[in-house]
């Protein structure tokens, strides 16, 4: 597979492309990163590639020249029709883990760093982008979200992760988050691990995980509870977390 | 198929001057290294090596491999895997099954239909979430009250459809 970034900061991703298993995809031939300054297409001496939006406003827009001549590059070299163009843009639709499945499935992923404000909205009346955003917050560039779609997909590739000798259950959990471990020295700097875990009664110890198991799940995650399996103690368990009690049993 | 290779360390550094390698493990069995009589190594061909010592090393191990006898041959496989052949894997305890033979399994519902093939298994707090691709591609949590069965022999999971499950993209 072969991604192509473009992007005005082409050495952002130098470091993270050398790492780990970026770099062993990479130099197995699994992965192919193309990257390309988009600097480099600007059609003035001063390099510019953005400007100050038309009927004002804060910020400043990506302008659509030196980008449309770059991504036109860009598809030149592409030699396959097996592929896609993404923009990174906090306006974009949320990315999401069945997208990272998506993506790696195309030969030729093409992925535009946004930046400043935005991109000059004329740039999807010549391609056909997925505009997509990361999660609900503010970056300073698509660098990072770049970065992100390219580590989600690339682990998707075949060869790129390893089978290893990673057992799971086959009594699968009751959609309850896990409760919290402790591990030795039962002491640190005055905090104690619980004394239910030290003393030998397994009974016992196996009602207090399941009781931090239902805290836990109460406070972090509610909506898991509506579809857990949940006995006639772990309601009893659930009243008294809610009235505020610790766990006594 | 017998000769596929499952990592079960990952060597991160040299040790010493001897040839020792410090090797994170890659397996939910750590004991298994106790008494390994070797290894495949899978740069730049596979090959087998004898395992001369093995011993801990904080939550690492420290092993010597036959033919690496020094700092410079070690360094020369950082970030290498060592691998065993799934004849070679550990016996599963009861009620166990290994992530990778999940993958490739068929996910059925109770009535029969054939809803795909799970293609990851992806790690979350409250349950794993099996990926499904088929005619619809899902996200399937491996929860005990939508996984009814899981067939090792026959390789199919069968689930129950509950509603609007499919929709879970």
Known sequence: ?249 | MDQELIAIGKIVRAHGINGELVVIPLTDFVDRFDDLESVVLEAPQPRRLAVRSVRAHKQQLLIALETIDTRNDAEAHIGEFLSVTRAELVELPEGTLFQFDVVGMEVRSEDGEDLGKIVEIIEMPANDIWRVEGRRSFNLPASGNIILKVDRTARVVTIRLLEGLLDLQ
């Open chain 1, 1 to 249: 597979m072969k991604i192509t970034i473009l992007t005005i900061f082409p050495e952002f991703f130098e470091s993270p492309l050398r790492q780990s298993l970026l770099k062993k995809a990479i130099d197995s031939g699994v992965l192919e990163v193309e990257l390309i300054d988009i600097r480099k297409y600007s059609t003035n001496k001063h390099n510019t590639v953005d400007d100050t939006p038309f009927g004002g406003g804060g910020g400043m827009v990506m302008k659509i020249e030196p980008l449309y001549d770059a991504l036109s590059t860009a598809l030149y070299e592409s030699d396959t029709q097996n592929r896609r163009i993404v923009l990174t843009s906090a306006a974009g639709r949320k990315y999401d883990h069945a997208t990272a499945v998506k993506y790696s499935l195309f030969d030729h992923l093409i992925v535009v760093c946004g930046r400043y404000k935005g991109v000059d909205e004329r740039i999807s009346r010549f391609f056909d982008l997925d505009e997509i955003s990361i999660g609900d917050y503010i970056i300073n560039g698509g660098e990072t979200a770049a970065l992100v779609i390219l580590e989600s997909v690339f682990r998707l590739l075949p060869g790129s992760i390893h089978k290893i000798e990673s057992a799971l259950s086959d009594s699968f959990s009751d959609e309850l988050l896990g409760a919290p471990v402790w591990t030795r020295p039962a002491e640190f700097l005055g905090q104690r691990v619980p004394d239910v875990l030290v003393e030998g009664d397994h009974a016992r110890q196996e009602r207090f995980r399941r009781w931090c198991a239902l805290k836990r799940t109460v406070e972090n995650r509610p909506d898991l509870l509506w579809r857990a399996q949940l006995s006639d103690e772990d309601r009893g368990m659930l009243e008294s977390i809610a009235a505020g009690r610790e766990f006594e049993n």
